[in-house]
């Protein structure tokens, strides 16, 4: 009788089988509530707060008035100077990418090609500049090249220029300064994506006649492609939506997305206004990550 009785209390292996497979699909489910909870706090519920920011109107007085109105989409799609700002925005990022992504590209090709013992120094000191907050890298570059800074001081000393070259306070300063800020996001996003680039297929093509040149051109180039998508993906999200350098070295004749945002919410107080602005500037981040995504997915094929 005992024995009977321990094999009816035994589980049968259906039972255990069916244990199993739940722990394996619930437990990484309860493993991500965390983080859940997490993307949930920090941005979910603000970009709902945000969105519905933006239908809102602005009253006499900069009174917040709570409605479901397009008027402030109406205001930044139908004003020729939000149009401005935004085509100022697309230019400082395209330039901005381009120049990061010349310069940055023999680097991370370096990096990822080397089989020197101080690989992992050479790549920590590419991106130690990010151990320095944006602000004080930015004020460094105020102080070079202000029209007292070094730069003018060096060129008047040496008698290259009569007059202290206008390197801040406009365009050109800002993308000086965002082309350093940047190059080390550059850089991790090249390294990344360089993964493809065979060392192999440039030693085989070398052993066929091909020279350095064609071997870059037809080999490498190609196969560092979809790091150079990645890097300028990148780079181009984060200059696009900078407020510290363009507020900063702009000295107000740089005007960008990010810095009419903060303009409309903490000066004019239209805060309906600068949601809208932030959620234009939502849209275009989610534009050129789809065509990254198409761009890649043709590589890829």
């Known amino acids: 009788m005992s024995n009977s009785v321990a094999v009816q209390e035994r589980p049968p292996q259906q039972l255990?089988?069916?244990?199993?497979?739940?722990?394996?699909?619930?437990?990484?489910?309860?493993?991500?509530?965390?983080?859940?909870v997490a993307i949930l706090i920090s941005f979910i519920?603000?970009?709902?707060?945000?969105?519905?920011?933006?239908f809102n109107e602005t009253g006499p007085g900069t009174t917040l008035i709570s409605a479901w109105s397009l008027e402030t989409y109406i205001q930044a799609v139908g004003d020729p100077y939000y149009w401005e700002i935004i085509l100022n925005t697309l230019k400082l990022g395209i330039v901005v990418s381009v120049i990061t992504i010349i310069l940055s590209y023999p680097i991370a090709l370096f990096l990822t090609k080397t089989t020197s013992k101080w690989k992992g120094f050479?790549?920590?000191?590419a991106i130690g500049p990010l151990l320095t907050s944006q602000i004080a890298r930015?004020?460094?570059?105020?102080?070079?090249l202000?029209?007292?800074?070094?730069?003018?001081?060096?060129?008047l000393k040496i008698g290259l220029i009569d007059t202290p070259l206008q390197m801040s306070n406009n365009f050109t300063g800002t993308v000086v300064a965002l082309v350093e800020v940047l190059m080390p996001y550059a850089l991790l996003g090249m390294v990344s994506g360089f993964s493809r680039v065979s060392t192999e297929l440039?030693?085989?093509?070398?052993?066929l006649g091909a020279s350095p040149l064609v071997r870059f051109w037809r080999i490498t180039l190609p196969l560092s492609l979809p790091g150079v998508f990645t890097g300028f993906l990148l780079v181009f999200v984060l200059t696009i939506s900078s407020?510290?350098?363009?507020?900063?070295?702009?000295?107000?004749r740089v005007h960008v997305l990010a810095t009419e945002i903060y303009d409309e919410?903490?000066?004019?107080?239209?805060?309906?206004?600068?949601?809208?602005?932030?959620?234009?500037l939502l849209i275009l981040f989610g534009v050129l990550v789809s065509v990254y995504q198409s761009l890649t997915k043709k590589l890829g094929s």
Not at 202 to 207: D, I, R
Not at 265 to 280: C, D, R
């Open 122 to 125: 050479l790549f920590a000191l």
């Open 202 to 207: 440039e030693l085989a093509a070398g052993v």
């Open 265 to 280: 919410a903490t000066q004019t107080l239209n805060w309906p206004l600068a949601a809208s602005l932030a959620v234009i």
């Open 16 to 36: 255990k089988n069916a244990n199993r497979t739940f722990r394996r699909r619930f437990i990484p489910l309860w493993l991500l509530i965390p983080a859940l």
């Open 138 to 144: 930015t004020f460094g570059w105020i102080a070079l």
């Open 45 to 54: 519920i603000p970009l709902i707060v945000l969105v519905r920011m933006s």
């Open 243 to 252: 407020f510290v350098t363009p507020h900063l070295l702009g000295g107000g």
């Open 146 to 155: 202000g029209n007292e800074g070094a730069v003018n001081s060096a060129l």
